[in-house]
């Protein structure tokens, strides 16, 4: 059992806060918001994410976690501090990197004996340098070592896989962090997760290329849907086919809208800017968030070529948040789709199972429904922008007859094409062949539908 201080009760910093409390370590979770902590005293979980209130509970009740915005207590109480505070992006796409600096000094101010100061947050490789020079700068006299631990969770699955790690990356200057930061994780050491130790550059490096690897996979089936639809190929049947290769795997191999959310984007844009800045030459990196603009552009491009002209129009559009499971709509792509119509003077209905909330104050214009079939009434054509299950259950008949079109862009493509037309459907996807209703289709017969979709794991 490792006391701990977790700073920053933002998303990273409470599910892994509540995490390394039930491996069984007493964390007190800090943040110099004190209506947030008072909330999180008062059994508020101020977050959309499945199973971390029951968790958060658990473990405040048996007492192993507590919040608290008292900062100088948490550190001088804690052997280990987790930095766990917001890095957004500056307009350059540079990394605001101010509030770990804050996070930095802060522990140098109150810090009275031996640290750990292990730094969560995603950061540019070379933080763990200007962590050590803050804190030194501080308190030249004081005795502390520097880790690099990035989290790889994602939000809506962010408990199982911090419980369920494919791997833990510890990166550490010193054995006797690192050893202290692999106790922290002993539960997983014992259930045989790979753990990656390496130094903390490594440790660094290892989490802005995952995710830009993970993000140009994205890219790159993306226009592979592109090319798809000027063949007349099927992304999802090439995806499954690429997939099935080992080398390649069949995840992130879905074509949609676009990659959004808190991290993809910022992590993409932080990387290449890093590269940048030590003058490394990385057109492969940079093109990476150029064709992700493209792609939900080409939504957009989409739309209009289904619609016509968007003013006057009505559009219905199903899913609002970046991805399904989350009320998260940073850099969600329905979010520009929702610009995009508003500024054309189309008028816009949607429905989504928990993003409305943050949809409405970011566009007032936009009206939420409360179900699908509200949001498609007497609608011109229907989006479907995130692939929430519900919507794959859908009535679709009462969908088609709800609306004063039968015209359908599925973004995600979540629906057969087969079926959407059999129903009557104008069905257009991403990187398959778009159909109406009377076309002629050969395959039908013989092609099983499904059969090509990728595997989701
Ligand atoms: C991502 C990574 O997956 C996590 O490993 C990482 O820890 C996290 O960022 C982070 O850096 O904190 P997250 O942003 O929660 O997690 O979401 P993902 O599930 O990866 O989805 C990101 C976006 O990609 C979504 O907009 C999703 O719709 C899109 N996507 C994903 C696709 O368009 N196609 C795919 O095949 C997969």
């Given at each position: 059992m490792r006391r701990i201080c977790v700073m920053g009760t933002g998303y990273v910093g409470l599910v892994s806060g509540a995490c390394l409390a039930d491996f069984g370590n007493a964390v007190v979770a800090v943040d110099i918001d004190e209506t947030r902590v008072e909330l999180l005293r008062s059994g508020e979980v101020p977050i959309y994410e499945p199973g971390l209130e029951e968790l958060v509970d658990r473990n405040r009740e048996s007492g192993r976690l507590s919040f608290s915005s008292d900062v100088a207590f948490a550190i001088q109480s804690s052997e280990i501090v987790f930095i766990c505070v917001g890095t957004p992006s500056l307009p350059s796409g540079e990394v605001d990197m101010s509030f770990v600096h804050n996070a930095a000094r802060t522990i140098g101010q109150y810090m009275e004996d031996f640290k750990i100061v292990v730094n969560?947050?995603?950061?540019?490789?070379?933080t763990g340098d200007e962590v050590e020079q803050i804190i030194r700068k501080v308190r030249p006299d004081a005795d502390f070592d520097v880790v690099s631990n990035p989290e790889f969770l994602r939000e809506g699955s962010a408990i199982d896989d911090f419980m369920h790690p494919d791997r833990v990356v510890i990166g550490a200057g010193s054995q006797r962090a690192m050893e202290a930061v692999v106790d922290v994780y002993r539960p997983l050491y014992q259930n045989d997760t790979p753990m990656v130790l390496t130094g903390i550059q490594s440790a660094e490096m290892i989490k802005y290329a995952s995710n830009a690897l993970l993000a140009a996979k994205i890219s790159f089936i993306n226009e592979i849907a592109s090319v798809c639809e000027a063949y007349g190929a099927d992304v999802t049947a090439v995806a499954r086919g690429m997939g099935l290769d080992e080398r390649i795997g069949?995840?992130?191999l879905f074509a949609g809208a676009g990659y959004g959310g808190s991290c993809f984007p910022k992590d993409v844009q932080g990387l290449a800017a890093t590269a940048r800045r030590g003058e490394v030459d990385a057109p492969l990196i940079e093109a990476i968030d150029t064709s992700n603009v493209r792609q939900r552009r080409r939504m957009v491009d989409k739309l209009h070529h289904l619609?016509?002209?968007?003013?006057n129009k009505t559009i219905c559009l199903l899913g609002l948040s970046f991805?399904?499971?989350?009320d998260d709509i940073r850099e969600a792509p329905a979010l520009e789709m929702v610009a995009s119509l508003i500024e054309a003077g189309a008028t816009v209905k949607a429905y989504d199972p928990a993003a409305m909330e943050h949809s409405k104050q970011e566009h007032p214009d936009l009206i939420c429904c409360e179900d699908p079939y509200t949001a498609a009434q007497d609608a011109d054509a229907v989006v479907l922008m995130t692939e929430w299950n519900e919507f794959r259950n859908m009535d679709l008949p009462r969908l088609l007859d709800c609306a004063a079109t039968n015209r359908f862009l599925d973004c995600?493509?979540?629906?057969?094409p087969h079926e959407m037309v059999r129903l009557g459907f104008e069905y257009v996807s991403v990187g398959r062949v778009s159909r109406s209703p009377g076309e002629s289709d050969d395959t039908s017969s013989w092609?099983?539908?499904?059969?090509?979709s990728p595997i989701r794991t």
């Amino acid at each position: 059992m490792r006391r701990i201080c977790v700073m920053g009760t933002g998303y990273v910093g409470l599910v892994s806060g509540a995490c390394l409390a039930d491996f069984g370590n007493a964390v007190v979770a800090v943040d110099i918001d004190e209506t947030r902590v008072e909330l999180l005293r008062s059994g508020e979980v101020p977050i959309y994410e499945p199973g971390l209130e029951e968790l958060v509970d658990r473990n405040r009740e048996s007492g192993r976690l507590s919040f608290s915005s008292d900062v100088a207590f948490a550190i001088q109480s804690s052997e280990i501090v987790f930095i766990c505070v917001g890095t957004p992006s500056l307009p350059s796409g540079e990394v605001d990197m101010s509030f770990v600096h804050n996070a930095a000094r802060t522990i140098g101010q109150y810090m009275e004996d031996f640290k750990i100061v292990v730094n969560k947050s995603t950061v540019p490789v070379g933080t763990g340098d200007e962590v050590e020079q803050i804190i030194r700068k501080v308190r030249p006299d004081a005795d502390f070592d520097v880790v690099s631990n990035p989290e790889f969770l994602r939000e809506g699955s962010a408990i199982d896989d911090f419980m369920h790690p494919d791997r833990v990356v510890i990166g550490a200057g010193s054995q006797r962090a690192m050893e202290a930061v692999v106790d922290v994780y002993r539960p997983l050491y014992q259930n045989d997760t790979p753990m990656v130790l390496t130094g903390i550059q490594s440790a660094e490096m290892i989490k802005y290329a995952s995710n830009a690897l993970l993000a140009a996979k994205i890219s790159f089936i993306n226009e592979i849907a592109s090319v798809c639809e000027a063949y007349g190929a099927d992304v999802t049947a090439v995806a499954r086919g690429m997939g099935l290769d080992e080398r390649i795997g069949p995840r992130n191999l879905f074509a949609g809208a676009g990659y959004g959310g808190s991290c993809f984007p910022k992590d993409v844009q932080g990387l290449a800017a890093t590269a940048r800045r030590g003058e490394v030459d990385a057109p492969l990196i940079e093109a990476i968030d150029t064709s992700n603009v493209r792609q939900r552009r080409r939504m957009v491009d989409k739309l209009h070529h289904l619609v016509g002209d968007f003013s006057n129009k009505t559009i219905c559009l199903l899913g609002l948040s970046f991805k399904p499971d989350t009320d998260d709509i940073r850099e969600a792509p329905a979010l520009e789709m929702v610009a995009s119509l508003i500024e054309a003077g189309a008028t816009v209905k949607a429905y989504d199972p928990a993003a409305m909330e943050h949809s409405k104050q970011e566009h007032p214009d936009l009206i939420c429904c409360e179900d699908p079939y509200t949001a498609a009434q007497d609608a011109d054509a229907v989006v479907l922008m995130t692939e929430w299950n519900e919507f794959r259950n859908m009535d679709l008949p009462r969908l088609l007859d709800c609306a004063a079109t039968n015209r359908f862009l599925d973004c995600r493509n979540i629906y057969d094409p087969h079926e959407m037309v059999r129903l009557g459907f104008e069905y257009v996807s991403v990187g398959r062949v778009s159909r109406s209703p009377g076309e002629s289709d050969d395959t039908s017969s013989w092609m099983i539908p499904g059969r090509f979709s990728p595997i989701r794991t």
